[in-house]
């Protein structure tokens, strides 16, 4: 990914992007969420939504801890970064604690985002 992050990245799951990205469709726009590893550029789906708010990122998380592509990972310490949710970076803390962190980086995962529909993973309209 053409993203440079503050610290150099070594292995799958130690930087997680979680990105809601707007797509469009005949019934208005749906979020589609997925999480997407740095080093590896694995991509998981976590699926459509109506919302993209707090409620949600806290499910979406919670969706991405249980993945076992994603939870192996995460006996080492691991960055989940995420585009919104500062108000509720305790809750999301409580979660990922002990070997957690997370970044809030609206700009870095808008550009992951990006990437994938220029590399053709996602296609949008």
Same mark, same amino acid.
């Given at each position: 990914?053409?993203?440079?992050?503050?610290?150099?990245?070594?292995?799958?799951?130690?930087?997680?992007?979680?990105?809601?990205?707007?797509?469009?469709?005949?019934?208005?726009?749906?979020?589609?969420?997925?999480?997407?590893?740095?080093?590896?550029? *694995?991509?998981?789906? @976590?699926? *459509?939504?109506?919302?993209?708010?707090?409620?949600?990122?806290?499910?979406?998380?919670?969706?991405? @801890?249980?993945?076992?592509? *994603?939870?192996?990972?995460?006996?080492?310490? *691991?960055?989940?970064?995420?585009?919104?949710?500062?108000?509720?970076?305790?809750?999301?803390?409580?979660?990922?604690?002990?070997?957690?962190?997370?970044?809030?980086?609206?700009?870095?995962?808008?550009?992951?985002?990006?990437?994938?529909?220029?590399?053709?993973?996602?296609?949008?309209?």
């Amino acid at each position: 990914l053409n993203i440079k992050p503050m610290e150099k990245i070594k292995r799958p799951g130690q930087l997680t992007y979680l990105a809601a990205i707007p797509m469009p469709t005949s019934e208005g726009q749906v979020f589609l969420y997925m999480a997407i590893d740095h080093y590896s550029e *694995f991509v998981m789906d @976590l699926g *459509f939504e109506e919302v993209l708010n707090e409620e949600m990122l806290i499910q979406k998380i919670k969706q991405l @801890l249980q993945d076992p592509n *994603f939870k192996k990972h995460t006996q080492k310490m *691991f960055t989940i970064m995420l585009p919104v949710g500062e108000e509720i970076e305790q809750e999301i803390n409580q979660l990922i604690k002990p070997k957690g962190n997370i970044i809030f980086d609206e700009k870095a995962t808008l550009k992951v985002a990006d990437t994938l529909v220029k590399m053709g993973f996602l296609k949008q309209s």
